[in-house]
């Protein structure tokens, strides 16, 4: 069982630049979202999906999308970098259930881009 | 709208108490979470409480809760050295099957353990 993983773990871009990472869990969950981290203010929702084939914006959406074609599968897509999007990325998924340990979000490792 | 608020540093030494405080808007959360990112790391859950208690003791860690203040802490017992990390606080605002399990986090604290 890996849990969440993503790709890459680091990325340098220059702005104008597109990229995307993906994250994939192996734990059916059927719950996926998309933060990132800057230090200072935890951490962000940028999208969430809450099914195969579904997507919704969160709290920071602009400048990326997503798509969840596979149930283990969610991607996020930089169509022209710019150098505010330079953050830690951090993918995690969760199953259905009532709030609480039900609810657990389980984590990736993070993807850390630099957009110059 | 949702808000999650915290110190961002706490420094203690090795043996002593951690105590991490985490204040929240949202009157209306259900439960709320602590979570642990090490060095280089995704967060993992530490623990959560559900509002209607006041305190959850889990081996040496204490939550406590007051929700007329909105008030939640976060007590580490005999703080060792790898316990060093940042601690984020988070809850689920309007619990419920239409929130999807998003979550709103804090700052994070950065929790430093000296020998």
């Known amino acids: 069982n890996a849990g969440v993983t993503q790709t890459p773990k680091f990325r340098v871009l220059k702005t104008g630049q597109s990229m995307t990472l993906l994250c994939a869990q192996d734990?059916?969950?059927?719950?996926m979202y998309w933060y990132r981290q800057d230090p200072g203010m935890g951490l962000r929702l940028i999208h969430y999906?809450?099914?195969?084939?579904?997507?919704a914006k969160g709290e920071v959406p602009d400048g990326y999308n997503v798509s969840r074609l596979k149930k283990q599968n969610f991607l996020l897509g930089l169509e022209s970098a710019a150098p505010s999007q330079t953050s830690v990325y951090f993918c995690?998924?969760?199953?259905?259930?009532?709030?609480?340990?039900?609810?657990?979000?389980?984590f990736g490792p993070g993807t850390r881009l630099t957009v110059l | 709208g949702e808000d999650v608020e915290q110190s961002l540093f706490l420094s203690v030494r090795e043996g002593d108490s951690s105590v991490i405080n985490c204040t929240y808007t949202?009157?209306?959360?259900?439960?709320l979470y602590w979570y642990k990112q090490e060095p280089g790391a995704g967060l993992q859950l530490l623990t959560y409480?559900?509002?209607?208690?006041d305190m959850k003791q889990d081996q040496r860690l204490t939550v406590l809760l007051n929700k007329k203040d909105k008030h939640l802490s976060l007590r580490i017992a005999d703080t060792q050295t790898g316990d060093s990390a940042i601690y984020f606080c988070?809850?689920?605002?309007?619990?419920?099957?239409?929130?999807?399990?998003?979550?709103?986090f804090g700052q994070g604290t950065i929790l430093t353990v000296h020998p």
């Open positions: 734990m059916n969950h059927e719950y």
């Open positions: 949202d009157s209306s959360s259900t439960y």
């Open positions: 999906s809450v099914g195969e084939g579904t997507t």
């Open positions: 409480i559900f509002s209607n208690m």
């Open positions: 995690a998924s969760s199953p259905i259930g009532l709030a609480g340990a039900g609810n657990e979000q389980f």
């Open positions: 988070a809850e689920i605002p309007n619990a419920g099957g239409t929130s999807y399990g998003k979550l709103t």
